[in-house]
Nanobody, 116 residues
Framework: QVKLVESGGGLVQAGGSLRLSCGAL????????VGWYRQAAGKQRELVAD???????NYADSVKGRFTISRDNARNTVHLQMNSLKPEDTAVYYC??????????WGQGIQVTVSS
């Protein structure tokens, strides 16, 4: 079972940028799927972006053109670059890793707050 640690959250003004990082204490295999989710207060948790084998990515419509997910395989790290942040992006962001054979792990979550 892999452990995940998120970093890079905080408070930022609308229009600003943040870079979230998800570090795995064990290796991330090329066949794994890593995703960033978020859950705003009173809202359902939703998928923001994910990345899988071959570097293929997927984004929620609400963040397309503003967020970029990437992976650094050598450092067992996945990043989420968030630009042009909006107050509606305020949420707790979670990193998720799913092994190709089924098991998955969640990070503890990190707060992102975008002020108007």
């Amino acid at each position: 079972q892999v452990k995940l640690v998120e970093s890079g959250g905080g408070l930022v003004q609308a229009g600003g940028s943040l870079r979230l990082s998800c570090g795995a204490l064990e290796i991330i295999f090329s066949t794994d799927v890593v995703g960033w989710y978020r859950q705003a207060a009173g809202k359902q948790r939703e998928l923001v972006a994910d990345i899988r084998s071959g570097g293929r990515t997927n984004y929620a419509d609400s963040v397309k053109g503003r967020f970029t997910i990437s992976r650094d395989n050598a450092r067992n790290t996945v990043h989420l670059q968030m630009n042009s942040l909006k107050p509606e992006d305020t949420a707790v962001y979670y990193c998720n890793l799913a092994r190709s054979w089924g098991p998955q792990a969640w990070g503890q979550g990190i707060q992102v707050t975008v002020s108007s």
